[in-house]
Structures are given as structure tokens and as C-alpha cells.
């Protein structure tokens, strides 16, 4: 069990490991003893993600000095796959192709539709000419006032009249044409808030792991995108018309950096909605199940409010990293679900100014009043809080 557990945080001070020596088997017996009772949440079978080279055949995409785009984005979109299959036990990667070949934009999205795919990547590289625009972003379908966000969706849309039948095979859209995107400012994407949850890993990555610009992400009508039925991005790796960006996106290191990077973004997107899936807000009632010991001053009498990001009827484990880096996380075990807290405040106020931070990343934050490692009604910490303080 991760010593984190009873340290303090915020105001509080810290405590000494021989008082966790004392706690902490308690707690574990307690624990087994709740798990061998919980009836155990069905995980996932298997994930399908289909990543998708952009272009590709007759269709080379954006084109640079040196290099086509759809022979820099198809290495790392196998790269990609094979490190997702290494990273994720569970998974089936298929990918809309791995040679060098034409793949229609409708075909692409069925493909993914028709293996009940649950993310759909496209990958491709960007091109503005005559500006010297560098850096990543990454799509997720949806409207766009912003010029230039609309640009690139028409230049990636484009493709579709390489079809021959393409104005009765989609639907009278027009790719070149803004009227058709019209059609677009009325449709709900309601995958947008996962689609935009991956996009935002995604862009993390690129910044933070392999330092590229971070261009953010953005929201546009991309026929791939509005055809899959799940949530789906289209990121673009990085801008073929830029002179070191084209060297970049040719190197072997530069791919290999960004399929590390799209992987790492996958795989804790996934193990993020794993975790959630045995994950509610239900707001605390029942009476805590755990009585702690009562050598502990810090668990003993005193009040704290704490902001509850997750509950659970399996126990997460906590270590850096897990819920999307909070610092400090508390595990209270209520009847037979376990609760996980952030910050401690005595103050009430604090919490609440602490949950507006929070809720950022868990829009379902709550704040909780806790006493003896038990939760208590907020009003009646609220209440005996004001009575001690007359
Ligand atoms: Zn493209």
C-alpha cells in the first residue's frame, strides 16, 4: 500500500511511519476482507483501436520539399500499433492500411465502424504554404469559426474527389465548397468529450515527452471524423511545408518519438476509462466501514474536508500518476466501495476553493467532510465546526 496514504497534506503536518506501521495492516486486512466480498466489475474484453494512415496510393497528401505525407504518417502509424499491442493486453489494433495503397475517407471510417472500433486515430501531416506554421495539433470533430482550423479540414477533406462517384457516395458534400460545411453546425459529437479527452493527452505528449510545439486542440468538421461512430481524433503530426519539421517527421528517430508518444497517449486513455468504468459519484451516505486506530492523533477527533474525485468497488492502486497526477490521494473505505480524496483542509473553505481546481479534471468533485477516516454528513461537520468555533 502506497505510504502516501495517511501523509498529510496542505496545512496538515506529517506524520511518522511508525504510526502507518500500525495502521497500515489494519487497513490491508480490511481490505481483503471488503474484496473478498465485492463482486467483481467485468473489465473490458478487448479494446479495438483502429489507427489510420492518412492518404496513401494515389493520394500522397501534403507534399514537401523532399517527402509526401502519406509516407512519413504510415511508419508511425505501425509503430504506433505494435506498441500499443506491446503496452495493452487486451487490445486489437487494425489499422485502415499498412502499405501504400488507396483507402476512400468513407471506407476508413467503416472499417472502424464495422469492427465496433472504440478509437478511431487518424494520423497525418500538416501543410500551410507559404507560412512558417510548425508544431502538432490534434482534431476532434466539431464546427469551427476559426479560418484556418476550417482550412485544414477542407485540404484533409479534399481527398474525397479522387473518388470518381464521390458526389453521390457522400452525400452531395462538397469538400472544396464552405456552403456544404453547413451541414455540420447542427450535429451533436457524442463522443466529443472523450474524443477531446484523448486529443488533450495526445497534445501532452507531444509537448511534455518529445517536446514538440503544441499547437493545441482544435475542433473541425472532418468527414473520417463525423463517419465513426466512436470516439475519434485526427492528429497531425507535424507540419511537412516546415524545413526541420519535413527532416523530422523522415527521421526514423522523429517517427519512432511520435508513435511513443500517440501510444502513451492510448494507453492511459485506456486505462483511465478502465479505471472509471468501475468508477461513480455516488454521494456519501452509508457509514464508513473502517475504524482506525486510535493511536493516530491525525484520525482521532478532528474534522477535515477533503474533495472526492472517485469512488470504487475495486480498490485502485495509487502511485504517481494515477489519477492524472493529483499529488496527495486518500483511500476511504466506505461500506464495500473505496473513495479517493484529494487535499485536506481543515478550513472548509479552502476545500471548496480546492475543488474548483480540481473539478478542471474531474468535473464531478465533490467536497466531503471526514472524521476518524470516516465521512460524515458535510452539515453536520459544517455545524459542530461552527459550535466549536463560538
Ligand atoms: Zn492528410
Redesign the pocket.
Known sequence: MDKKLFTMTKKGKHRTNNINIVILPVIVLIILFISAYTPDIPVKEKWVIVIDP??GGRDP??TGSFSY?KNVVLPVALKMGEYLEQGINNVKVIYTRKSDIYVDLNERAEIANRNKADLFISI??NLIQGRNAYGAETYVMGHTKDDQNLEVAMK?NAVITLDKNYSTNYEGFDPNSPESYIMFTLMQNAFAEQSTDLAARMQNEYKNRIKRYDRGVKQAPFWVLWKTTMPSVLTEIGFISHVNEEKYLNSKAGQDSLAVALFRACRDYVADIERKSSVSTVKPAEPAAVVPSETDPDITGKTFFMVQIATSSKKIEIKPGSFKNLGEITEIITGNRYRYATGKFEDYSKAVAYRKEVERIYADAFVIAVKNNKILPLQEALDSNKSKSK
Open positions: 492518412g492518404h497528401g501534403a505525407e497525418h501531416a484533409e
